[in-house]
């Protein structure tokens, strides 16, 4: 059977070997072509022909999650760390519909992820049959469910559209900014047979397209015409793998370079030009550097300015200011505010372009890396313990080849404004749809993906809650993966906003906290519960030399509240129409 390269960058070219006229047969061997490795799913009656290929399929391994949500966000993990197709699988009607977050998620984040899901026999459609999501007697359309949440979402009617609609499936979530796509298999069209021989389609991800000159040529004008520049680099550019040019862009101009929380990692915190994270996860010092009276440009490199990204959509980061994009996504040009110029193209591209244009052919001398704050502060001992506190000792503690998994929540947060991000360092956090749980999954994929790396999963008790028995996929795999609960016995991002807008709590935190650490044991997992800064260092060590799977319980403070949840707080009193409450606040 043909498989991926080892590479992985690109995929075998389709060979001329008769191919098996079985159509669940003739899926998997299209996913091996694709480059496909793992199949993350949750197994049902409709999807069964689909599992008997992937047993018979030795380039690609089934993996069983606890839920088809916590498989999507595997799916996710994986496809953020090796930039390749994720699959996810689901069953029909509920099954379909627990992947659905998730792969809403890989859209938001830009990474190309395949939903398969089964569907009930076209004979039966409207039909009222067992979990019937063809949109018929008053049931879901699974469909158009997936419809407005990824790039493309269709339905296999007949055997012979299978090939057509896999092929344009994969190309679509590759083509332009990555997504998730979905394809549903209705149970005779997945047991069926193609009626001729059908070759292997070649699914080549599609080159990068290098930005149009002029683009280049006039963006290098405005870089020059500069008196004093900033950028800010997000997601777009991490995915590009923008690093090294950032880099070089930055020295080479001496422009401060700051990142929206999903682009952290893209570049180093412990350089002297870095100004740390804008926006949700950001810092009053970044925000002081961002939005200085004297910045005259602002580059935004791979990012939508969104709420988050954008302190609520502070106007002072654009308003007096030259603001110019580089985005792969030409609809991105207006997107949170205008730019006054826009060049489409991969972000790593475009900023080699422009470094060639600005007639810079070597890379400038490297400056010296500044120690951050984040680094040097002395810790304390708190009870119960500050979260800022843990997150600073995990940024110390952690291998410096780590990848982060973070989840979404206060724990994001402070990941943004205490955990100082260091090559070759990874942190991946998927917000805009922000789902809660969702790094319980994306850990998995991703240390599938990417092999012997340390990986860390930051989360909360509330999102533990929401997803944590993917923590038994993990120990059924052998993954030693660390989980760190930040446990503040509830839902405290809400806690914190309710009571800034209200000025008081309500119906948030939990009258009986869950033990997350003998939840963990109770799966299988190695588990630590700790209430000291010691204890917690010696938790974290002994977790990353474990062989098996992680989770440290720490008690965290429910009241310490970031500092740019302010930003949050502010945007969602204005929306209510609220004034400042007489008590709680802002934090």
Not at 165 to 182: I, K
Not at 405 to 425: E, H, I, L, T
């Amino acid at each position: 059977m043909t498989t991926p390269s080892a590479a992985g960058d690109a995929f075998v070219p389709a060979t001329d070997k008769p191919v098996p006229q079985s159509v669940a047969e003739f899926t998997v061997r299209t996913l091996a072509q694709a480059g496909v490795t793992h199949v993350f799913g949750v197994p049902g009656g409709p999807l069964m022909p689909l599992y008997e290929a992937l047993e018979d399929c030795p380039g690609i391994e089934p993996v069983l999650a606890k839920h088809e949500e916590g498989a999507a966000f595997m799916a996710l993990g994986y496809a953020q760390v090796t930039g390749r197709l994720g699959v996810v699988c689901g069953t029909v009607g509920p099954g379909a519909l627990h992947a659905l977050t998730g792969v809403a998620s890989a859209t938001a984040d830009s990474v190309p992820v395949l939903a398969l899901t089964a569907q009930v026999n076209t004979s039966s459609f409207g039909r009222g049959g067992l979990q019937d999501s063809s949109g018929g007697s008053w049931g879901v359309d699974t469909v158009d469910a997936f419809r407005s949440a990824t790039k493309l979402s269709a339905l296999a009617s007949t055997c012979a559209q299978v090939p057509r609609l896999l092929a344009l499936s994969v190309r679509t979530a590759y083509l332009g900014r990555p997504g998730g796509v979905h394809l549903s298999l209705p149970a005779d069209v997945l047991a069926g047979r193609l009626e001729r021989e059908t070759p292997l389609p070649n699914l080549r991800r599609p080159t990068i397209a290098a930005p149009a000159p002029p683009a280049v040529t006039e963006l290098a004008s405005a870089v020059r015409a500069a008196r004093r520049g900033m950028v800010l680099a997000g997601q777009g550019a991490k995915l590009s793998g923008s690093a090294s040019s950032l880099i070089r862009l930055a020295e080479t101009l001496s422009w401060p370079v700051a990142t929206t929380l999903k682009g952290k990692s893209v570049f180093p915190e412990d350089h002297a030009l870095s100004a740390g994270v804008f926006g949700f996860g950001g810092t009053a010092d970044a925000h002081a550097t961002v939005l200085a009276d004297d910045v005259d440009t602002l580059l935004v490199v791979g990012s939508a300015l969104g709420e988050l990204a954008t302190h609520g959509w502070e106007p002072r980061l654009v308003e007096g200011r030259r603001v110019l994009r580089i985005d792969i996504d030409p609809l991105r040009e207006g997107a949170g505010f205008e730019a006054d110029m826009h060049v489409t193209g991969d972000a790593t591209a475009v900023v080699d372009a422009l470094l060639s244009e600005l007639q810079i052919p070597h890379p400038a001398p490297a400056k010296a890396p500044m120690a951050p704050p984040a680094l040097a502060t002395p810790l304390q001992d708190h009870d119960p313990l500050l979260a800022s506190a843990v997150v600073t000792l995990m940024s110390r503690l952690l291998p410096e080849d780590a990848m982060v998994f973070v989840d979404n929540g206060n724990c994001a947060s402070w990941m943004g404004q205490n955990f100082v991000s260091r090559p070759p360092a990874a942190i991946h956090v998927s917000l805009n749809v922000a789902s809660m749980g969702s790094s319980a999954g994306s850990a998995i994929g991703g240390y599938i993906a990417a092999g012997d790396r340390p990986v860390v999963a930051l989360t909360g008790d509330a999102a533990f809650a929401m997803a944590g028995m993917e923590i038994h996929t993990a120990v059924e795999l052998g993954l030693p993966i660390v989980w760190i609960v930040l446990n503040n016995a509830g839902n405290a991002m809400v806690h914190n906003i309710h009571e800034g807008i209200f000025g008081r709590s309500v119906s948030a935190m939990y009258h009986n906290p869950i033990d997350i650490a003998v939840v963990a044991r109770g799966l299988g997992a190695e588990s630590f519960a700790v209430q000291s800064l010691t204890q917690f260092e010696d938790a974290l060590l002994n977790a990353l030399a474990s062989s098996v799977p992680s989770v440290i319980d720490v008690r965290v403070d429910p009241d310490e509240v970031p500092w740019a949840l302010a930003g949050r707080i502010s945007t969602l009193r204005t929306a209510f129409n609220r004034e400042t409450p007489a008590s709680g606040g802002d934090g």
